[in-house]
């Protein structure tokens, strides 16, 4: 039926034979004829859903919603494709999108910015130097060790640039290379000492080689914030670039993002994108740097804003899965004398900010990767139960990345949930330095679900690309593009449940199953049309799948239309 006609069927029964039902108020919104998984085990699939105000006052067939049609209703024929709840990237790193070759911008090394290969990264390096007066420092990030035939040394930077410093930071944000210029600038010398939970790699005479490990990165932190380019990005350039990156979100099908690890000053600034109409909403986490700032100032009236919540510390107890540096139990396969880096946080001061956090009423989300990391999280979880027990704290381990049945069985008993990476199939070679023993074990989807252990899905992006479908088709097939490979078969998801990660999963970790992550009735009308069901397309071409539109609120925020994206923000 086209809508035309629909719509004369539904005045005449609503003038009609159904009076009653024409007392209601009419929906502001009505999608119809839409294959609907909506993620509410009480009824999962459903053909239309009605929206007033915001949240949803209907779900069913096409044809029950007849007497919530009025004259001001948009109905929207979603011809059999398919409508989900809004999708939920519960660990990311918002970032304003700045074209990367203006002085504002950083280079993006990732594969998705063209870094492909070493020849690539060269030539994106050179002409940014060429746009550049000598002595302006150069930033980029997200370069991927295995596709640029390893990290790049001091000497190799300084071969292509050698007339300003030069700071390109690891896939990973956990290590990075830096040139000549840059190490002089940073002020490091032959003395200088490595700091807490970090390294400055030397060879074999013990020059530096310019990689730059963990903390280490800090002792550069002058470099980038007082060099010579202008590194002040202007409140007007950076909100601009923020809109656009939230832009991206909304062609993707997300309506809300935990950023994991801010300052203050980036909660200033999304109460500004807020207040400007930003329309997806933002789970804050607050870097436990700021913890005492978060307990004095959640409460306070300028905080209670809609769309920002704050009621989190992330706490950095471990390091890098895809930089190497996570420390283990046993050694890294490539190298039987390496187990990574300790990391900075002492167990003990773990243990204090876990339980003052908890006492605080706060949520505590940390980050660990490797086994021995996570034990001690889990450790000092189990002390915070003990000492200051709430009856629903939903601690959150943020990647447990390399895990074991102890560590499932215990993060079961604690109900702490997990946020996975899902980016094997942007960074799978990756893992290969921990051996094929382990990958049964790593990102362990499975295992978390078959022992009830919730995990919310998410990109960590800039670390993997924020494109809900691409991280789906990573949780599906497990499968690396650069190199064809699985890693763990055993931890596939379905399509179904790498949805459910992206939408309830990521509700539960933040509080919020009972206002969004599924399609029930007094929910929020947050939807994400999609061309195709991704449970019904080869895995492999999941990410292939178009995001039709995106809905906030019952608002469409991002329709494609033609082909193009249209926003409404
Ligand atoms: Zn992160």
């Given amino acids: 039926m086209t809508v035309k006609a629909w719509l004369a069927a539904a005045m005449l029964v609503a003038g009609g034979e159904m009076g009653a039902a024409a007392q209601l108020s009419p929906a502001d919104l009505l999608i119809i004829n839409a294959r609907i998984k909506t993620m509410d085990a009480a009824a999962p699939t459903a053909e239309a859903v009605a929206v007033r105000a915001g949240r949803i006052i209907a779900v069913g067939s096409t044809a029950s919603m007849a007497a919530l049609q009025g004259p001001a209703t948009r109905t929207v024929d979603a011809n059999g494709h398919t409508l989900l709840p809004g999708f939920i990237d519960s660990h990311m790193h918002p970032r304003p999108a700045i074209d990367e070759m203006s002085p504002y911008g950083t280079l993006n090394m990732a594969a998705e910015g063209g870094a492909r290969s070493r020849a690539d990264f060269t030539a994106k390096l050179k002409a940014k130097a060429s746009r550049l007066p000598a002595g302006s420092l150069i930033i980029g990030h997200g370069y991927g060790d295995d596709l640029i035939d390893g990290h790049p040394t001091r000497a190799e930077l300084d071969a292509v640039v050698p007339d300003h410093p030069v700071i390109i930071v690891h896939s990973s944000g956990h290590r990075m290379v830096a040139n000549s210029a840059a190490f002089a600038e940073a002020g490091i010398s032959a003395t200088t000492r490595d700091p807490v939970g970090g390294q400055l ?32 990005i202007p ?64 409460d306070k009236p300028e905080w209670q804003v809609p769309g920002l919540t704050m009621r989190t510390v ?17 050694p890294y396969a490539d190298d039987p004398r390496y187990f ?26 940390t980050h660990a990767n490797g086994d021995k990391e996570i034990d001690r999280v889990l450790e000092a979880y189990a002390l915070a139960a003990r000492d200051v027990p709430r009856p629903d704290a939903r601690l959150r381990i943020e990647h447990a990345s390399i895990t074991n049945p102890a560590i499932i069985a215990r993060a079961k008993a604690l109900n702490v949930c997990f946020a996975p990476h899902s980016y094997i199939l942007n960074h799978g070679a990756k893992l290969d330095a921990y051996g094929t023993q382990r990958f049964d074990w790593i990102e362990p989807n499975r295992h978390a679900l078959d022992a009830g252990v919730c995990i919310g899905g998410n990109s960590d992006h800039p670390v993997s690309p924020p494109v ?5 088709q990573s949780l599906v097939t497990r499968k690396a593009s650069g190199n064809g490979r699985v890693y763990g078969a055993s931890q596939r998801l379905t399509a179904d449940e790498a949805l459910r990660a992206f939408t309830m999963g990521s509700a539960y970790l933040q509080f919020e199953e009972a206002e969004r992550g599924s399609i029930t009735i007094g929910k929020r009308a947050d939807f994400v049309l999609l061309a195709a069901d991704p449970a019904a397309v080869s895995p492999e071409d999941i990410s292939q799948i178009s995001v039709l539109a995106t809905y906030l609120a019952g608002k469409a925020m991002y329709e494609l239309v033609d082909g193009k994206p249209r926003f409404a923000w």
Avoid: C
């Fill in 235 to 298: 409140a007007a350039v950076e909100e601009a670039g923020f809109m656009q990156e939230f832009r991206s979100f909304l062609s993707y099908g997300i309506t809300g993002v935990g950023d994991a690890g801010i300052s203050p000053g980036k909660a200033a600034l999304y109460r500004r994108l807020l207040a400007q109409g930003l329309p997806v909403s933002i789970f804050a986490m607050l870097s436990v740097d700021h913890l005492d700032w978060l307990l004095a100032n959640r």
């Fill in 201 to 232: 790699e030397r060879d074999a005479q013990g020059g530096f080689t310019g990689r730059v490990l963990e903390t280490a990165q800090s002792l550069f932190a002058g470099v980038r914030g007082t060099g010579p380019s202008p590194r002040a």
């Fill in 468 to 472: 809900v479908l691409e991280r789906i």
């Fill in 314 to 330: 992330k706490i950095y107890a471990g390091n890098s899965l895809s930089g190497h540096t996570a420390l283990l139990y046993g």
């Fill in 340 to 365: 990574g880096l300790e990391p900075k946080i002492q167990p003990a001061v773990l243990q204090g900010l876990v339980r003052k956090a908890q006492a605080g009423g706060l949520q505590v989300a």
